[in-house]
T-cell receptor, first 112, second 112 residues
Framework: DAKTTQPNSMESNEEEPVHLPCNHS???????IHWYRQLPSQGPEYVIH???SNVNNRMASLAIAEDRKSSTLILHRATLRDAAVYYC?????????????FGKGTKLTVNP | SQTIHQWPATLVQPVGSPLSLECTVE??????LYWYRQAAGRGLQLLFY??????ISSEVPQNLSASRPQDRQFILSSKKLLLSDSGFYLC???????????FGPGTRLTVL
């Protein structure tokens, strides 16, 4: 499985934007980039995913580098409820692996 | 709408005792089903996944087993628990073409 590299932890202030980076230099052409987050004592929650183009949804935006070797999850205005561990995951495309391989993720702390 | 149930929420078991954790999904048919474990302070580890009734793929060798006796039922079992089996067990489901995995509330297992 292609691997991702994320910082262990990041801090942000409430109501400020947060940019969570992820490196995936060995990504293949059919790998999708997925982001999940896990709040304390809960199961992970899907955030967003993309292939080549930048993506936006109600939770966040995903900016994908042109060479696809890195991506950034953007939380436009962090709230205290966004404090969680954020996982960047690569998943094989159609006909690829059905499974998601979770790394250690980035622990985001949001300061009031 | 789809919902996923796991029980029990917490469990304390002695070393050497058997284990049975159950996961059921409502509101969808033929889902992919997954069992993950998260040891204290660590990331999620995929244990088993299933793409259909009676079909189980094992990701890591261990003293745990999984079964899928019905389309929307996934069971995690052990004949004899070890101390190292302690952790947070999460069940998840996805549509056959995986874009997003939906996680259950989890079972926190403590083996003493």
């Amino acid at each position: 499985d292609a691997k991702t590299t994320q910082p262990n932890s990041m801090e942000s202030n409430e109501e400020e934007p947060v940019h969570l980076p992820c490196n995936h230099s060995t990504i293949s052409g059919t790998d999708y980039i997925h982001w999940y987050r896990q709040l304390p004592s809960q199961g992970p929650e899907y955030v967003i995913h993309g292939l080549t183009s930048n993506v936006n949804n109600r939770m966040a935006s995903l900016a994908i580098a042109e060479d696809r070797k890195s991506s950034t999850l953007i939380l436009h205005r962090a709230t205290l409820r966004d404090a969680a561990v954020y996982y960047c995951i690569l998943r094989g495309g159609w006909g690829g692996s059905e499974k998601l391989v979770f790394g250690k993720g980035t622990k985001l702390t949001v300061n009031p | 709408s789809q919902t996923i149930h796991q029980w029990p929420a917490t469990l304390v078991q002695p070393v050497g005792s058997p284990l049975s954790l159950e996961c059921t999904v409502e509101g969808t048919s033929n889902p992919n089903l997954y069992w993950y474990r998260q040891a204290a302070g660590r990331g999620l580890q995929l244990l088993f996944y299933s793409v259909g009734i009676g079909q189980i793929s094992s990701e890591v060798p261990q003293n745990l087993s999984a079964s899928r006796p019905q389309d929307r039922q996934f069971i995690l079992s052990s004949k004899k628990l070890l101390l190292s089996d302690s952790g947070f067990y999460l069940c998840a489901w996805s549509y056959p073409v995986v874009n997003e995995q939906f996680f259950g509330p989890g079972t926190r297992l403590t083996v003493l």
